[in-house]
Structure formats: structure tokens, C-alpha cells
Antibody, heavy 123, light 109 residues
């Protein structure tokens, strides 16, 4: 049973870089045909897709965040990571990592989610 | 890319059926049969309920069904139960990107 777990600082200062890691357990991040995505949710608001990575290292980002986002993968550690630079209070949110299906299914859907981690941007 | 449009809230009584709409554009919902729906209870991570417009993952009740017409997708929940009360989000494939709806709060009266 594949599980995802986010980790990282819960408090980040404005203008600094937010860094989070998602650890995949119960299976290899490289097995199957999946992308691995980051999604966030400000308190009381909706979900926003941030970006995704394939184990080959290929990435896609939300156009509205692209200039500030970097997603990377470390297959040896079964992890993928998010870096969001120049953060402001608007980046305060619960950040989720999720498995993103391809043609082998479920295509275009996030079938496994981490529990989420709250990140607050404040001085 | 703009968020997909969902009603802010819907409600229904136990046993009834409700439908939540999700309207996008010809660049997302209208172009791909890759709409998914998620259920989120307070303080919990979202759960996949429907993918590829109308497919249900293993373990999801057949009371949940999905459909699409043009740029609008819909989620129907039949035989409403108290535990269905939650927030529901649609999401569409948009090429190499993804776009979510703003979410709909379902209240079971």
C-alpha cells in the first residue's frame, strides 16, 4: 500500500524559500507510470495544483507559479521535493503531495495523497 | 488558466440525489475526458471519487457517478447519506497542467 508523507519547516520568513519533501513508502517511486505532484490549499479555500515531476526528471508547473517553483526527485531516497522561492503571506497554505496517474491509470487523477503539512509565511 | 466554476454550495436530504456542476473551457474540460472529482472532509486530505469523467476507483460507492457534456462536467450523488457531507472539488487535465474547481460544500439536511 503506497503512502505519502510530507515533511519540512512549518514556518518560513517572507522572501525566503519554502522547501518540502514528500517520502513515498510501501512502493518504489520509480515503479509504474506515475507523475508525482504538489498541491496546496490556503485555509478555507480551494485546491491549487503547483506542479509535477516524473521519475525521469521531467517537470510541469502551474503557469502562475512557474517562475518561483522547482520540483526535484531523488529516486535513491524514494522522495520528491518542492522549492518555492520569494514567498509571501499568500503562500501560506496546507501543502499536499500526491500521486498523479498516467495512461496506465487513473489517467489525470490524484489517487494517493499525503496527509498535508501546514506552512505559514510570517516574520 | 482560470479555476473551473463550481457552485459554492448544494444541499439535499438523506436518500435524495444531488448534482454538482463543474464548468471549464474548451482548453480543459471540453478538450479532455480527464475530469476527476475529490471529496474532502474537514481537516482531511482529499479523496479521489471519480476519474476520467465517469470511472470509480475501487472502494468508492456506486452512489457516486460522473458525466460530461461540452465544457461542463457533473458529479451526481444518489441516495444521500450523512457521511457524504463534505467539500467536493473537480479537476481537469489541461495539457501538461491541471486546474481545479473552487469547491462545493455539500450539506446533508
Amino acid at each position: 500500500q503506497v503512502q505519502l508523507q510530507e515533511s519540512g519547516p512549518g514556518l518560513v520568513k517572507p522572501s525566503q524559500t519554502l522547501s518540502l519533501t514528500c517520502t513515498v513508502s510501501g512502493g518504489s517511486i520509480s515503479s509504474g507510470s506515475y507523475y508525482w505532484s504538489w498541491i496546496r490549499q490556503p485555509a478555507g479555500k480551494g485546491l491549487e495544483w503547483i506542479g509535477r515531476i516524473y521519475t525521469s526528471g521531467s517537470t510541469n508547473y502551474n503557469p502562475s507559479l512557474k517562475s518561483r517553483v522547482t520540483i526535484s526527485v531523488d529516486t535513491s531516497k524514494n522522495q520528491f521535493s518542492l522549492k518555492l522561492s520569494s514567498v509571501t503571506a499568500a503562500d501560506t497554505a496546507v501543502y499536499y503531495c500526491a500521486r498523479d496517474g498516467t495512461r496506465t491509470g487513473p489517467f489525470g487523477a490524484f489517487d494517493i495523497w499525503g496527509q498535508g503539512t501546514m506552512v505559514t509565511v510570517s516574520s | 488558466q482560470s479555476a473551473l466554476t463550481q457552485p459554492a454550495s448544494v444541499s439535499g436530504s438523506p436518500g435524495q440525489s444531488i448534482t454538482i456542476s463543474c464548468t471549464g473551457t474548451s482548453s480543459d474540460v471540453g478538450s479532455y475526458n480527464l475530469v476527476s472529482w475529490y471529496q474532502q472532509h474537514p481537516g482531511k486530505a482529499p479523496k479521489l471519487m471519480i476519474y476520467e469523467v465517469s470511472k470509480r476507483p475501487s472502494g468508492v460507492s456506486n452512489r457516486f457517478s460522473g458525466s460530461k457534456s461540452g465544457n461542463t462536467a457533473s458529479l451526481t450523488i444518489s441516495g444521500l447519506q450523512a457521511e457524504d457531507e463534505a467539500d467536493y472539488y473537480c479537476c481537469s487535465y489541461a495539457g501538461s497542467s491541471r486546474v481545479f474547481g473552487g469547491g462545493t460544500k455539500l450539506t446533508v439536511l
